[in-house]
């Protein structure tokens, strides 16, 4: 983290996460982007189902993700999470129950760095914004990091392929034939969705749609027992 920025954090008010601007999470311009409607991404990773998104991953959005992800924003996974809640919204006109949303986990250095999982966060909030709505929804926390992985920052798509190839597995046993909605928060390489894609499929479930909450439309080639939220 960026010591100076931090210190600025604690002495001044919070300012907009995108621009700076207002003392406010997010000002109606930079909040724009996230009202949607989903679409689908220009570009699937090979043998994918097309991601949906919110928007693409440019401007004040990158801002706004780094804020949430190492600046502590915390309180951002509320219009993040409200963005992903109407693309999985949409997901669900296409599927039959039960709806059953998986996330792409954080790599456990970044788990540590961070002190949490900021996908997992915008997934509570998603879910928490269905039911309120009587959308029955469920979350399982069913991908697990098997094995160490390089940062991706950096790494080329076939680099990102080879370090992902075969890092997640699916757990516990008793998804076969399940319908899941695979969520991730941004798309580059797709190399992410891919092996998560890869993992839930040799469990027996089906990863019939990936939606982001945040997309980058650059794609480049590429509880059951679990913990319920």
Not at 46 to 52: A, E, S, T
Not at 94 to 121: A, I, K, N, Q, Y
Request: proline share 9%.
């Amino acid at each position: 983290m960026n010591l100076l920025a931090d210190l600025i954090d604690l002495l001044l008010p919070e300012r907009c996460a995108g621009c700076g601007g207002e003392p406010v999470l997010l000002c109606d311009a930079c909040a724009m982007p996230l009202q949607g409607p989903a679409r689908p991404a220009r570009t699937a990773p090979d043998g994918l189902p097309p991601p949906w998104t919110i928007t693409t991953y440019d401007g004040p959005l990158r801002t706004i993700l780094s804020a949430y992800k190492e600046r502590g924003r915390t309180a951002l996974a509320v219009p993040l999470g409200e963005a992903l809640a109407t693309a999985i919204q949409a997901a669900l006109t296409r599927l039959e129950p039960p709806h059953t949303v998986v996330w792409v986990p954080s790599r456990r250095g970044s788990f540590r760095r961070r002190g949490h999982d900021p996908l997992r966060g915008t997934v509570a909030v998603a879910l928490h914004r269905l039911r309120a709505e009587g959308i029955p929804v469920t979350g399982l926390d069913a991908l697990r990091q098997r094995r160490r992985v390089d940062d991706q920052a950096g790494l080329t798509a076939a680099q990102r392929l080879t370090n992902l190839d075969g890092a997640l597995e699916a757990t516990p046993p008793g998804m076969a034939g399940r319908q899941v909605i695979l969520v991730d928060d941004v798309v580059t390489t797709g190399a992410s969705l891919a092996e998560a894609a890869r993992a839930l499929r040799a469990a027996g479930a089906i990863p019939c749609l990936l939606y982001t909450s945040d997309a980058a439309d650059e794609l480049d080639g590429v509880d059951l027992g679990g913990s319920p939220i």
